[in-house]
């Protein structure tokens, strides 16, 4: 009688099919480090647009900046003509004081990279929540911060421009807009009548005040923005 013969095919088959699974498995690590290497690599970008996008927000707001304090060191030039004489129906301003008073600028900044990159899905993949938190909210913390600048569009259009426009021809003003338009800066040349009633010197304040507080508004955005933008410069590209 001859001793049984060995069943090798369940250990070949068992030794196939670990071979099998962990080809299946290389795979999936493979792919799935593909994806990640992918995933870093557009995160990266994204980060890199987004940053080169906030400090040029930086810059466009401290621009900003400088033009609403010249609108408020205008109105306090036409303030202090108008309370010398309180009795007068006209005063003599300085035209770039008057002109500046006609300006009513907003500030609306740049986020499209911001956008682009919540739109993604790619946020999450941010190391840093602070950086996540700060990222999605920055388009309503800089509309909330310059709320007063609208407001105070809205206020002129509604109680000064028809005051003034009466007495004050801008278009003999197109000089300094010339100038402005140019990046030049604006110069006087000569003076010119400006309105002085009770109505328009309290125009005149409270839009001084609005203004005023635009450019606390705008000063904390800009640190903000410039806190943001260090973060993003500690992440891991």
């Known amino acids: 009688m001859s001793a049984p013969r060995p ?8 030794a196939e099919g670990v071979v099998v699974i962990l080809s299946i498995l290389i795979a999936f690590f493979l792919d799935a480090s593909w994806d990640n290497a992918e995933l870093a690599r557009e995160l990266g970008q994204d980060l890199l647009s987004v940053e080169e996008e906030l400090r040029a927000n930086i810059d466009s707001a401290r621009d900003h900046v400088e033009l609403v304090e010249r609108i408020v060191g205008g109105s306090e030039g036409v303030l202090a003509a108008m309370t010398a004489d309180r009795t007068a129906s006209l005063v003599s301003v300085p035209d770039t004081a008057a002109w500046f008073q006609a300006m009513t600028p ?16 790619r946020m999450s993949a941010v190391d840093d929540r602070e950086v996540q938190r700060r990222l999605a909210g920055l388009r309503s913390a800089i509309d909330d911060a310059v709320e007063e600048q609208w407001e105070a569009q809205r206020f002129f259009e509604a109680t000064q421009a028809p005051e003034l426009f009466a007495v004050l021809d801008l278009t003999e003003l197109s000089y300094l807009s010339d100038q402005f ?7 006087s040349r000569r003076a010119v009548d ?12 409270y839009r001084r005040y609005l203004y005023m507080d ?4 705008l000063n904390r955005v800009i640190r903000g923005l410039e806190e943001t933008v260090e973060m993003l410069a500690q992440l891991p590209r």
């Open 194 to 205: 400006y309105p002085n009633t009770t109505s328009m010197r309290s125009a005149v304040e």
């Open 7 to 14: 069943n090798l095919r369940m250990p070949r088959l068992l």
């Open 106 to 121: 907003t500030f609306e900044a740049s986020l499209g990279a911001v956008d682009a990159l919540v739109a993604s899905g």
């Open 214 to 217: 635009t450019v606390r508004s």
């Open 181 to 187: 338009s140019s990046g030049l800066e604006v110069e």
